[in-house]
């Protein structure tokens, strides 16, 4: 993946080295990309390949955006609820399909517009994707060696509208992987790249050996006294015709040929089992695409022979952790950058910058969840609070709690409370009876 510029280079300056910053010293050109069939934009093509064609990667893709859409993006810090009617606006959770396309391709980049709302606050107002295959260049400040605008091929070129500078200010670019010198991230796919190519080439000699098993090879003999080749070695007419006959000959419907006289046609049979276990090779390069991606748990059972179901959820956990920290990710774009939050925050005036936190990502046991709880109240470890109620309901993804109405749980603690009271009152007061008696003697003694 280079790093391209969009401007002249300046003069005066020598290759490679076109500014200095405070940063150190950059270069327009960056190759870090080590194989040449990805090398500049080839990894779109490849990666996007891998993504409609793959099974595994497929598969892994759509274990990615399902559990990305049970996430529930809670607001923190939003007291007149700004950001989240810009959520809202922009219907953040549906976006999340072009937000995610930065596991294919590294990167994704959303450009985002602002309104004011019917109170005259500053909100979003739309959210576009800019398809990645449409990013021509990413042009840096020659001052400050900060990236300024990507450009994007436009689609009225036709019209004579060129390519389009868009300010990264307007836009939330959000990576896999955080890199100064690298905007476009690092796919998901790229680790898995290898194996994949190894994979879909042998599953292409797997076809043709499987067809050649079938129908055999094409063998056609010709009379001694023919010649195919003329006096320098090259195939004469009928050399061509019976080259051309034999490796063009299919078995289908249509399937039948004419021999000369004196010519023989046979098909030879495979000789048996072959050396490699094409499957064994296949299967072994799939666990290792699902392997680079923490997946492996998605092969148990397909590519491998076996698998229990606690290696499953052990592994599961694995994959659970690294969508978890995407989706911290993706929040803190939208908590740090421009024109997300801190827009917000910084055109209405606010003290504090309202955020976004993802909720339930983890995918998370309830009984396990239950059964430790209990274990802690039984012996008073910990003492049931809102706080604990809101992190229980979070994990669960349940509905939050309404302060205004009341709860069993409060009507049963108001209820122990009061009969504790009067066990109290109980045990301080001295016995009625007696206190009664002893009023009547005393009015006794008092008459006598």
């Known amino acids: 993946m280079a790093l391209r510029k969009g401007k002249k280079k300046p003069e005066g300056k020598s290759s490679g080295t076109p500014y200095s910053t405070v940063k150190g010293t950059f270069s327009y050109n960056s190759e870090l990309e080590l194989e040449r069939r990805l090398a500049g934009d080839r990894y779109k093509t490849e990666f996007w390949k891998m993504s409609q064609e793959d099974p595994i990667c497929g598969a892994i893709l759509l274990a990615l955006t399902k559990t990305f859409q049970r996430i529930d993006w809670k607001t923190v810090d939003d007291p007149d609820g700004l950001l989240q009617e810009s959520l809202d606006n922009v219907k953040f959770k549906s976006q999340m399909d072009d937000i995610l396309s930065m596991f294919i391709f590294g990167h994704s980049v959303m450009e985002t517009t602002l309104k004011r709302n019917e109170e005259g606050k500053v909100v979003w107002n739309k959210m576009y994707f800019r398809p990645q295959t449409t990013l021509t260049d990413w042009n840096y400040n020659e001052k400050t060696g900060e990236l300024d605008t990507v450009t994007q091929q436009s689609y009225w070129n036709t019209t004579g509208k060129g390519p389009v500078d868009i300010p990264i200010k307007k836009c939330l670019l ?95 049979a495979s000789p048996g089992k072959r050396q490699f276990d094409h499957g064994a090779i296949i299967n072994r390069n799939a666990n290792q695409i699902a392997l680079s991606m923490l997946s492996q748990f998605i092969v148990l059972g397909v590519t491998n022979e076996s698998g229990s179901f606690a290696l499953a959820k052990e592994q599961s956990s694995l994959f659970y952790t690294a969508v978890e920290g995407f989706a911290l990710s993706v929040a803190e774009v939208v908590n740090s950058q421009y024109i997300g939050a801190p ?71 108001a209820a122990l409370q009061e009969l504790k009271d009067d066990e109290d009152e109980d045990v301080n007061e001295p016995n009625k009876d007696d206190k009664k008696e002893d009023t009547m003697e005393e009015d006794d003694n008092g008459k006598s």
């Open 343 to 413: 827009a917000i925050a910084n055109f209405n005036g606010l003290k504090v910058q309202p955020r976004i936190v993802p909720v339930g990502v983890e995918k998370l046991d309830i009984n396990d969840l239950g059964t430790f709880l209990g274990k802690l109240l039984k012996y008073n470890v910990i003492t049931p609070d809102d706080e604990l109620e809101s992190f229980v309901r979070d994990k669960a993804t349940l509905p939050q709690r309404d302060k205004t109405s009341s709860r069993l749980a409060d009507v049963k603690t």
């Open 174 to 268: 959000f990576n896999t992987t955080k890199s100064q010198v690298n905007p476009e991230g690092k796919s998901l796919f790229r680790s898995g790249w290898r194996s994949w190519y190894y994979k879909s080439n042998m599953e292409r000699l797997e076809g043709m050996a499987v067809e050649h098993d079938v129908t055999g090879i094409p063998v056609l003999t010709p009379p001694e006294d023919v010649e195919l080749v003329d006096e320098n070695g090259a195939l004469n007419k009928l050399g061509d015709w019976a080259w051309k006959t034999v490796r063009n000959i299919k078995q289908n419907s249509q399937a039948g040929l004419v021999t000369p006289p004196g010519w023989s046609f046979s098909l030879v």
